[in-house]
């Protein structure tokens, strides 16, 4: 399956941004979706999660509360709504499709796409 991010951007502290994943060349509905980010100099890091039907999502403690992960399978895409940026957000910002739910950050995913630049500023 191949994913295309977008919907990265620049924006303040407190602001919102949605991103979008949009997925071909496979059954979508199939795939439990992820996003994941990686700052300059650090390792990339889990962020949220959910499953093939959106029954089920799982977030990393540091956006609970803040991002929003969801799907929409007749459309391939899931995205993820982020209120309340902080500049500890920015990051580039990728996202995963694998054939099995995981709520753990170190869970293997079979596909990635290309990553979407957000900024953050103080």
């Known amino acids: 399956v191949q994913l295309q991010a977008s919907g990265g951007g620049s924006v303040q502290a407190g602001g919102s941004l949605r991103l979008s994943c949009a997925a071909s060349?496979?059954?979508?509905?199939?795939?439990?979706m992820a996003w994941f980010r990686q700052a300059p100099g650090k390792e990339r890091e889990f962020v949220a999660t959910i499953a093939w039907s959106g029954s089920s999502t799982f977030y990393a403690d540091s956006v609970k509360g803040r991002f929003t992960i969801s799907r929409d399978n007749a459309k391939n895409t899931v995205s993820l709504q982020m209120n309340s940026l902080k500049p500890d957000d920015t990051a580039v910002y990728y996202c995963?499709?694998?054939?099995?739910?995981?709520?753990?950050?170190?869970?293997?995913?079979?596909?990635w796409g290309q990553g979407t630049q957000v900024t953050v500023s103080s």
């Open positions: 995963a499709a694998d054939l099995y739910y995981s709520e753990s950050a170190t869970h293997p995913y079979d596909y």
């Open positions: 060349g496979g059954t979508f509905s199939t795939y439990a």
